[in-house]
């Protein structure tokens, strides 16, 4: 099994930046992916980015591409995601996620909270 924790999380005004980090542990060598989702009050969860743990390829939802950035530190077995740019419409709890074989592991979540 895998366990990840998120960090990182906070009250931002509307233009700054975040970073969140989600620390992995367990069977981090079986991880194919990891990512951030995000779920904002009164709405369903939403795709916010990914990353491949063997290599570097991204991917990213439309709606942050520009502003956030994932990244990863496998000797940490740490992801991050910078934010910038932020606006009210981020505010959400961030969920970060490893996928094993499409078996997916959850942390517990970072509320992101952006006044404008």
């Known amino acids: 099994q895998v366990q990840v924790v998120e960090s990182g999380g906070g009250l931002v005004q509307a233009g700054g930046s975040l970073r969140l980090s989600c620390t992995a542990s367990g069977r981090t060598f079986s991880i194919y992916t990891m990512g951030w989702i995000r779920q904002a009050p009164g709405k369903e969860r939403e795709f916010v980015a990914r990353i491949r743990w063997s290599g570097s390829t991204t991917t990213y939802s439309d709606f942050v591409k520009g502003r956030f950035t994932i990244s990863k530190d496998n000797a940490e077995n740490t992801v991050y995601l910078q934010m910038n740019s932020l606006t009210a419409e981020d505010t959400a709890v961030y969920y970060c996620?490893?996928?094993?074989?499409?078996?997916?592991?959850w942390g517990q979540g970072t509320q992101v909270t952006v006044s404008s």
């Open positions: 996620y490893a996928d094993v074989l499409s078996t997916y592991y």
